[in-house]
C-alpha cells in the first residue's frame, strides 16, 4: 500500500563544499528530514573555485572532476531511492536513519576479494557455463 501524500515525509539531498577556504575543502552530502539536517563526508576534497554551487558539482576545469562528479551524483541518487523506497514502505523517516543508511557497510579486504573472485572465475569455467558461452 502506497502512503497518502500527507503522510510522506519532507526531506532534501543536496552536495555541498564545507569550510569554504583557500586550500582544499572536503564534500559532503547534506541530507534535511523534517527540518533537522545531518552531513556526511563523501571522502573527495577540492580547491573552492573549482566548485559550482548552482550544479552541486565539481567544475569541468577540475583534472579529475568526470570522476568525482559520476561518484557524487550516484551516492546522492542511491540515497534519494533509498529514502523514498523507505517511504513507500510506509517506514518512517529520520535523521538518525539516515545517518544508519550513511554509514559504511562491510568492508571487503584483500582475501574476501580474493576468495568472490576465485568463485566466480570456478563458476564461470564450469562445463556448462563454458558452452553456453561458445554457443553465443
Request: glycine share 4%; aromatic share 6%; net charge positive.
Amino acid at each position: 500500500m502506497i502512503p497518502k501524500p500527507e503522510c510522506m515525509q519532507k526531506f532534501n539531498v543536496s552536495i555541498v563544499l564545507k569550510n569554504k577556504g583557500k586550500t582544499s575543502s572536503p564534500i559532503y552530502l547534506r541530507v534535511y528530514v523534517n527540518g533537522k539536517v545531518t552531513l556526511k563526508s563523501k571522502g573527495h576534497s577540492i580547491e573552492p573555485k573549482y566548485w559550482d554551487e548552482h550544479k552541486e558539482l565539481v567544475k569541468s576545469s577540475h583534472r579529475i572532476a568526470s570522476h568525482i562528479d559520476a561518484d557524487l551524483t550516484l551516492k546522492k541518487d542511491q540515497l534519494q531511492k533509498t529514502l523514498i523506497e523507505q517511504q513507500v514502505i510506509g517506514k518512517q523517516i529520520s535523521v538518525d536513519s539516515v545517518r544508519n543508511s550513511l554509514k559504511p557497510g562491510e568492508s571487503m579486504n584483500l582475501f574476501k576479494y580474493v576468495e568472490k573472485w576465485t568463485l566466480r572465475v570456478r563458476h564461470n569455467r564450469s562445463e556448462g557455463h563454458s558452452k553456453t558461452i561458445q554457443n553465443i
